[in-house]
Structure formats: structure tokens, C-alpha cells
């Protein structure tokens, strides 16, 4: 059995962690089988190119972080496509996992502390305009 290739001519054994790959793989229902793409970023290479040598593919869809492990002789991968190649200094960039968890954190901080501030501007202001609009002005009520 030999390597998925990918349409460039790219081989599987070319791909390194920090690479962003789309990974057409074969999917069978009902009898038909179709193509499904998973596109993301390498995290891990295993085992080399032999027989049961694997890579790891992390993407982030609706906010929640999937991964898959493809088999690098596989039968069901069509081919593999390089997006985007990177540099790293890790074989493995198990770290990406919490550095996307760290900042999905620090939205959710923000975001929470902007709305905390939003509602206690929006409910001060219409007693005010109440105020105003009961007796004239605010500033003739003070």
C-alpha cells in the first residue's frame, strides 16, 4: 500500500506539524461514496511513513476545537491538499490546544464584563429622562 498523494504531488511524508491541510476523505452512504473535506492545522506526526504511521489535524468549528487522527496509508483519505505551510519549534503542538481554550476564556471575560457595564448605563438612564420628561429638564430638578 503507498502513501495518499496529494493533487500537487505532494506525498503525506512531506507534511510536518504547523502545516494547515485539507484532508479529503471518502465517505460512504447509502451504497454512494462522496468526498468530505476536514481542513486544519497539523498537530502531530506519528510513527513516520510507515505502516501505521499517523497525523493529527485540528480545526475549530462553532467554537468548539475537533481533531482527527488520519491513518497515513488509509484507503479512505482521496488526497491531501497543503493550505498554508508554517514554521514551528515543536514536533508536537499539543500547546494549541490551550492557548485557544486560554483566549476562548478571555473573550468570555470581556465580553461578560461589557455587558455587566452596558446594563448599568442603560438602567440609570432611563430614570433620569423619567425624571425629565415629569417636570421639565434634569437640570431644573436639581
Known amino acids: 500500500m503507498t502513501a495518499a498523494k496529494a493533487k500537487t504531488g505532494t506525498p503525506i511524508s512531506d507534511l510536518k506539524p504547523g502545516d494547515t491541510v485539507r484532508v ?17 492545522l497539523i ?3 506519528k510513527h513516520g511513513n510507515e505502516m501505521g504511521g499517523t497525523f493529527t489535524v485540528r ?11 488520519f491513518p497515513v496509508h488509509s484507503p479512505m483519505i482521496d488526497r491531501v491538499e497543503l493550505v498554508k505551510r508554517a514554521r514551528v519549534r515543536r514536533a508536537k503542538l499539543y500547546y494549541i490546544r490551550e492557548k485557544v481554550a486560554r483566549e476562548a476564556r478571555r ?36
Open 24 to 40: 479529503w476523505q471518502k465517505i460512504e452512504e447509502k451504497g454512494k461514496t462522496r468526498l468530505q473535506a476536514f481542513e486544519g
Open 43 to 45: 498537530l502531530a506526526r
Open 107 to 142: 473573550q468570555l471575560r470581556r465580553s461578560r464584563l461589557m455587558t455587566e457595564s452596558d446594563t448599568t448605563e442603560v438602567a440609570e438612564a432611563p430614570a433620569e429622562e423619567m425624571a425629565a420628561s415629569d417636570t421639565g429638564t434634569v437640570e431644573e430638578n436639581k
Open 59 to 69: 480545526k475549530v468549528t462553532s467554537g468548539v476545537g475537533v481533531e482527527k487522527i
